[in-house]
């Protein structure tokens, strides 16, 4: 099985910071990565897509990169509503796999 | 609009059995494949239980494997998952999630707002 590790688990951070978390593939997977958002008591949300690409109707302050086995998303500069708990997915194998989460919270 | 909404979570004991059901509509549901992912209290996400559009292929998790069925009724709209030795660590909210094309293995673009099960012993 793939295990995506994602870092930090946990950040604090401010309105109107940059955050970059980092999700690490214990093989590759090329670009089969995918990125969500969950807030408490919500169903996920999906922010990008094969690593790179901005699901329709996400802000462009969110941003992905990376192949292989490292990648990031990026939040250019941090609102309000984006402080949750954000997750990586990897589609390149059976069992899909999710990272164990990173939890973003206001400083 | 697309909505997907799931029922059927309840409080069972250990070894019970439980059928999850997930009505989709404002999409053309036989044309994407769909999964299960669940949520255990407080913990991160598992992927569960994809199934391909007819039915045919499906795929799980190795710790379900054996143990849970996923299935779909195309003419219903329906995406079901048969739940079955039900254990303790099972306990979690259940998601439907579509996938966003026939492909089985793809990332998921819509997602219901979850069932509870709770198994207890």
């Known amino acids: 099985d793939i295990q995506l590790t994602q870092s930090p688990s946990f950040v604090s951070a401010s309105v109107g910071d940059r955050v970059t978390i980092t999700c690490r593939a214990s093989q590759g997977i090329s670009s089969y990565l995918a990125w969500y958002q969950q807030k408490p008591g919500k169903a996920p949300k999906v922010l990008i897509y094969a690593a790179s690409t901005l699901q329709s109707g996400v802000p462009s302050r969110f941003s992905g990169s990376g192949s292989g086995t490292e990648f990031t998303l990026t939040i250019s500069s941090l609102q309000p509503e984006d402080f949750a708990t954000y997750y990586c997915q990897q589609l390149n194998n059976y069992p899909l796999t999710f990272g164990q989460g990173t939890r973003l919270e206001i400083k | 609009e697309v909505q997907l909404l799931e029922s059927g979570g309840d409080l069972l004991q250990t070894g019970g059995s439980l059928r999850l059901s997930c009505a989709a509509s404002g999409f053309t549901f036989s044309s994407y494949a769909m999964s299960w992912v669940r949520q255990a209290p407080g913990k991160g996400l598992e992927w569960v239980s994809t199934v391909g559009v007819r039915g045919g292929d499906t795929y799980y998790a190795d710790s379900v494997k054996g143990r849970f069925t996923i299935s779909r009724d195309n003419s219903k709209d329906t995406l079901y998952l048969q739940m079955s030795s039900l254990r303790a660590e099972d306990t979690a909210v259940y998601y439907c999630?579509?996938?966003?094309?026939?492909?089985?293995?793809?990332?998921?673009?819509?997602w219901g707002q979850g069932t509870l099960v709770t198994v207890s012993s």
């Open positions: 999630a579509k996938g966003v094309r026939a492909t089985a293995r793809d990332y998921f673009d819509y």
